[in-house]
């Protein structure tokens, strides 16, 4: 009886012992597989962050040939009359400026008035040529002006303010009767 009990009480001992080395290996198998974990995860930010700084440079550098080649259209999604007027959104998608090759596409509404009641219109122009037409670039992207007398007595002056690392601009039109028009909308290229 003796013997069975000492068999026994080895069997215990060499059980315990193998179960506390297959734990000990255990717990350092799984400390070795979350530091691969740890690793892959690590190489697959900084890989996502490449990427993603590289498609941030290739689209400033896209929106900055767009107006180099006098090639974009603006998309205005609000206008605001300055300086504190209502603020509306603009849902149409036919309203835009175009602009390609020195001839300009306008197609917007515009409030008009030299007291309240102001009134709105849509200038809806082709323009051939306009006067001074200039491209400054800016810290944050590009100041792009033009005047044109609009086939009118009066000179208007649009002012784009583009933001290049993400393609939306403000479009202010100074007219010397009327109020500014402040409009925010975004730059595309023209199809």
């Known amino acids: 009886m003796k013997r069975i009990f000492a068999w026994i009480a080895a069997a215990a001992v060499v059980v315990s012992v193998a179960a506390v080395t297959a734990q000990s290996q255990s717990k350092s198998q799984r400390a070795q597989a979350q530091s691969q974990r740890t690793e892959q995860r690590q190489q697959r930010h900084e890989e996502r962050v490449k990427q993603r700084a590289a498609r941030l440079a290739a689209f400033e550098k896209h929106m900055d040939s767009l107006i180099l080649s006098r090639n974009f259209q603006f998309n205005p999604s609000s206008m605001q009359q300055q300086p504190a007027g209502a603020l509306r959104q603009l849902m149409n998608p036919n ?78 039109i100074t007219s010397v009767w009327y109020n500014p028009v402040q409009y925010t909308g975004t730059i595309t290229q023209v199809y």
């Open 95 to 172: 309203f835009s400026v175009g602009v390609w090759d020195g001839t300009v596409d306008v197609c917007l509404p515009y409030i008009k008035g030299y007291v309240p009641p102001y009134y709105y219109t849509v200038l809806n122009y082709v323009l051939p040529s306009v006067e001074g037409y200039r491209a400054e670039q800016t810290s944050e992207g590009w100041i792009v002006s033009f005047s044109t007398t609009l086939f009118s007595s009066n000179d208007y002056t649009f002012t784009f303010d583009i933001y290049t690392s993400s393609g939306s601009a403000n479009l202010t």
